[in-house]
């Protein structure tokens, strides 16, 4: 028996405070409820008004509070936050600076002028924030903002990965129709300043292959460098039928090269004799390039998962504008893919097959950084040469309509000309293989999240955001 | 080893902090009313942008969540007594008994009517947006052929019980017009804003001063939700509006086009499913584990008890119901927030919950199945909560009377007991007293109980002192339940008085 329970008191008064609690607790949960009908008018104007006690609003006032509580295990929740803040506030910042440039490009009317200028009766704004991780590099964080009308897109897009991974794209694309024909016309200005870029030398076998001019003694297979890159891009599309596109491109660009500084990585400096590599400088000329392709593509969704085929063929020329040297090469390639669907539309197993190809014209020397490298290979690999084939197989499935999982292999391997491929070349394929999982809406790919392992590692990609869904080949180098 | 030293001295402190201090409560009544209608500028219209809106809650909202260790914290919207005052997202139940009270505002349209013009806020099927003969905006919702009254019906219905709770709901009325039966929404009111935002406030209202996810009322709403069948909340359904003349109104937020409870919705996705040629097993570990290639389950079309009715289950797992898309508020419910507002369902009288299905104006036959599924429902969302706190209520505070040997107590009704849920002969109630800074006063004791009627002593030497907070842990069966309730006393002239309560 507790101390207060051992306390006496008359019986009668006990009961009489007990009943008039039981009542009180009753009424209060409805049991007998007061007040006749369950009108739901709404109350006479008198009733409206009553006297309530009302706090300013704020939680601490509204809750009465001298002090909130302090929980249990605050102390090491504080640790673990204090630990877990940074990286939480990179995402959720990165998120809400987007939202916040979207409310705001909406609130100052900034789309209806656009609509104005364009005589575009609707339109849509579209803004993602973007987050690419990978293993071995800063993770970048940025926005993308799309605003879409039925005849005029705008895209802004930035990136910042560091002081010296920093990128900038602004594009305008008008759409309309030539000899009723869809059509496109786009306008496009790039900037990219990106270091601690691989070179492992040209050719399949780098330490092999004569191009390479290996630093005697060195114990290092690749060194690193930065490149700042500057492209104007006019580019139009046409579209022949619902499967046939015929994309016509020219750019202007600059590709300025430099070895990164010693103290700080392994640069190319250390590892190849000066000179040796072609065109590694900043004295390089500006290039025009103008590429002509056309891609059949009978997929329903194109940013997605999704079972059908598609090949497209480019063929392309630059030529740099007077300078300190010429550049002049001719590119050509092929990409092609088909996916079927696996007892389930929601199961898609795809193979794909790109050969990309470049050579010099008129006896010029071909930068390094020109040589073809495919950047869709999910392994690691930086080597490079005139020609680069690349096979992927690709396992979808759908676990909820949002989220989908991803088994794949990747194989890659170069060669100096196509006639070139031979055994040397199947010896030296490298291949990645791994899993990921893709977060979508009905029709594109949010989020990616990739982990693939090849002979030189683990690779562990996490991209967000909106996707690549460019009409010229052109913005995927 | 200075690492080492730091790590030890961070681990010292992070241990000393660990314990619980309980929260300080002024001396004053608990607030009805919040000051959160002052005039404002009427805040610019917002439209929901959608893919930022499933970027949010697929991916940022689940990366934010799993690099949270904090958790959830109390509810900022919630009075001294554990309620939620009258606010611009709840309004005041000034009367227990008729929670319907207030709902009917303007009544069912009045023909002639004609069309607006404009996109429906609900954006649902078939929707259009209409002007009454008195010149007050409706949205018409058609019901779907060969279902009559079934999604009219759910939104009549489960508009009043949602406004029977205390949220604000945009009336919804049963409208005849030409043979064909809709759900009339009387919307807009006053200027639409746009969706409310699930997480943080509204930067052009400065009234909104509390991130939405700490609101007890979001929070809860999943809850709500549960008993209702609510299984697509969808972020358009709540919703930002302007009250009042430009620069003299304010903003109130309120719930509309829940056209898809009571089954309505839970139906049409499983007829989908039953459609869909790709459907995949319902198990999602062996969706994953058999690479999406296990067998194409058997379709089985559902079947509703009546045509005019939605797939409405006598049984609900509360803890496990999550509606889509996700809705970040409902990822901070607490223990606390899902009893206050099981007791919001539970106040509810049968009589009420019988003229809100009359509104639906269903057959007869349909009505009374609705009603036993509701209350068949709520008795379950109601004991789920009831169990994951101590759910004590405090009563009649009875000072000491020395001349009568009469020592000061507080009644304190169990919720569970006296509705029923529990039996009293299987409950046991214990007592901590702690100061304001969580040292125990006393040693833990039990308490006697009476048929649900548990009484706290306040004996004389607890009188004396300035702050007293009293720990209460029901026991069922002799297992204590994962909660206790706080009591929290300050002295006022002579005597404790009782100034706050945290379930």
């Known amino acids: ?477 | 080893m200075t690492f080492l030293r730091a790590l030890s001295f961070a681990s010292c402190l992070a241990l000393a902090a660990c314990a619980y201090r309980p929260p300080r409560f002024v001396d004053a009544p608990a607030v009805e009313r919040v000051a959160d209608r002052e005039p404002i500028p009427m805040p610019t219209p917002r439209r929901l942008m959608r893919a930022l809106h499933d970027a949010n809650v697929y991916v940022r909202r689940e990366l934010v969540r799993a690099l949270d260790p904090r958790g959830a914290s109390d509810a900022g919207d919630v009075n001294a007594l554990d309620e939620v005052p009258e606010s611009a997202f709840f309004r005041r139940l000034e009367d227990l008994g008729r929670p319907l009270v207030g709902f009917r505002r303007d009544g069912a349209p009045v023909s002639p009517l004609r069309d607006r013009g404009v996109p429906p806020a609900s954006e649902a099927p078939g929707a259009r947006t209409i002007v009454d003969a008195r010149g007050l905006g409706y949205e018409l919702v058609p019901d779907e052929p060969n279902h009559r009254g079934r999604m009219s019906g759910a939104a009549a219905t489960s508009s009043r019980l949602l406004h029977a709770i205390g949220y604000r709901v945009a009336e919804v009325h049963v409208v005849d017009l030409e043979g064909e039966r809709f759900a009339a929404t009387r919307w807009p009111v006053g200027v639409d804003l746009g969706p409310t935002a699930a997480e943080g406030t509204r930067d052009d209202d400065p009234n909104d001063r509390l991130d939405h996810r700490d609101r007890r009322t979001l929070r809860s709403l999943r809850l709500a939700a549960a008993w209702l069948d609510i299984v697509d909340l969808e972020p358009r359904m709540l919703r930002d509006h302007y009250l009042g003349e430009p620069g003299e109104g304010h903003v109130e937020h309120t719930l509309i086009g829940i056209d898809g409870a009571l089954g309505v919705g839970t139906l049409r996705a499983a007829e989908a499913w039953a459609r869909d040629p790709d459907r995949a097993d319902e198990n999602f570990f062996f969706r994953m584990f058999t690479l999406g290639l296990s067998p194409i389950p058997r379709a089985k079309p559902p079947v509703a008890a009546f045509t005019s009715v939605g797939l409405l289950e006598p049984f609900v797992l509360p803890g496990s119901f999550s509606p889509s898309p996700p809705f970040s508020p409902s990822d901070r419910m607490t223990p606390a927030d899902g009893y206050w507002l099981a007791k919001r369902v539970a106040t509810i009288p049968s009589r009420v919950l019988r003229r809100a299905v009359l509104a639906s104006k269903l057959p007869p036959l349909e009505q009374n199945w609705l009603l036993q599924m509701l209350e068949l429902r709520r008795a379950q969302i109601v004991a789920w909560a009831y169990d994951r706190v101590t759910p004590l209520d405090p009563g009649l505070l009875s000072p000491a009377n020395p001349s009568r040997g009469l020592e000061a107590r507080l009644l304190l009704a169990d919720r569970a007991v006296l509705s029923r849920m529990t039996p009293a002969e299987s409950s046991s109630y214990d007592v901590e007293f702690l100061d304001d800074e969580g040292a125990p006063l006393a040693r833990k004791r039990g308490l006697a109980c009476d048929r649900g009627i548990v009484t706290l002593p306040l004996g004389a030497e607890l009188q004396a002192r300035e702050y007293v907070v009293a720990e209460v842990t029901a026991r069922r069966a002799g297992k204590a339940l994962p909660r206790p309730v706080e009591l929290h006393f300050r002295r006022r002239g002579e005597a404790l008085a009782l100034v706050g309560v945290r379930h």
Request: a positive charge; proline letters at 7%; aromatic letters at 8%.
């Open chain 1, 1 to 477: 028996m507790s101390r207060f329970g051992d306390q006496v008191s008359p019986r009668r008064l006990e009961v009489a405070a007990r009943r008039l609690c039981a009542t009180l607790a009753a009424a209060s949960m409805c049991l007998r409820a007061p007040g006749a009908g369950a009108d739901d008018a709404a109350p006479p104007a008198a009733a409206r008004a009553p006297d309530l006690a009302t706090a300013p609003n704020d939680p601490l006032a509204v809750a009465g509070l001298e002090r909130p509580a302090r929980p249990r295990g605050y102390g090491g929740r504080a640790v673990a936050n204090a630990i877990l803040v940074g990286p939480r506030l990179l995402i959720d910042y990165t998120f809400k600076g987007v939202e916040v440039a979207a409310n705001l490009v909406t609130d100052r009317q900034l789309i209806p002028r656009y609509r104005e200028l364009f005589g575009s009766p609707r339109g849509d704004l579209y803004v993602f924030p973007t987050l690419f991780a990978e293993t071995g590099s800063p993770a970048s964080v940025g926005a993308r903002m799309i605003f879409d009308s039925p005849r005029f897109l705008s895209s802004q897009r930035v990136g910042f990965g560091g002081p010296r991974q920093v990128e900038s794209e602004t594009r305008v694309v008008l759409k309309g129709t030539l000899a009723d024909h869809p059509s496109v016309l786009s306008l496009e200005a790039h900037y990219q300043l990106e270091d601690d870029l691989d070179y492992d030398g040209i050719g399949v076998v780098p330490r092999s292959d004569p191009r390479n001019r290996f630093v005697v003694g060195t114990p290092f297979e690749r060194g690193t460098y930065t490149e700042r890159r500057v492209r104007f891009l006019a580019s139009g599309g046409l579209r022949l039928s619902d499967l046939l596109e015929l994309l016509v491109s020219t750019s202007l660009y600059r590709r300025q090269t430099e070895p990164d500084p010693t103290e700080e990585r392994t640069s190319v400096a250390e590892v190849f004799e000066p000179g040796s590599i072609p065109g590694l400088t900043t004295a390089s000329p500006f290039v025009s390039y103008s590429e002509v392709a056309a891609r059949i593509d009978t997929r329903r969704l194109r940013n997605r998962p999704s079972p059908g085929w598609h090949v497209e063929s480019y063929v392309g020329g630059a030529r740099s504008l007077p300078g300190d040297f010429t550049i002049s090469y001719m590119r050509l390639g092929l990409r092609a893919g088909v996916g079927v669907p696996v007892r389930r539309r929601t199961n898609v197993f795809t193979l794909r097959l790109s050969i990309d190809g470049v050579t010099p014209l008129s006896g010029t020397v071909l930068p390094f950084v020109e040589y073809e490298h495919p950047r869709e290979f999910r392994g690691f690999d930086t080597r490079r040469d005139h020609v680069a084939i690349l096979g992927a197989a690709d396992y979808t499935w759908q676990l909820v309509p949002v989220l989908g999982l991803r088994l794949f292999v990747d194989a890659v391997t170069f060669a100096p000309s196509l006639s070139a491929v031979g055994i040397e070349q199947l010896q030296n394929v490298r291949l990645a293989g791994g899993f990921g999982f893709d977060v979508f809406t009905g029709t594109n790919t949010l989020a990616s999240f990739v982990t693939s392992a090849s002979g030189d590692g683990v690779r562990v990609v996490a991209s967000f955001g909106a996707p690549e869904s460019h009409g010229d080949r052109q913005h995927r180098r």
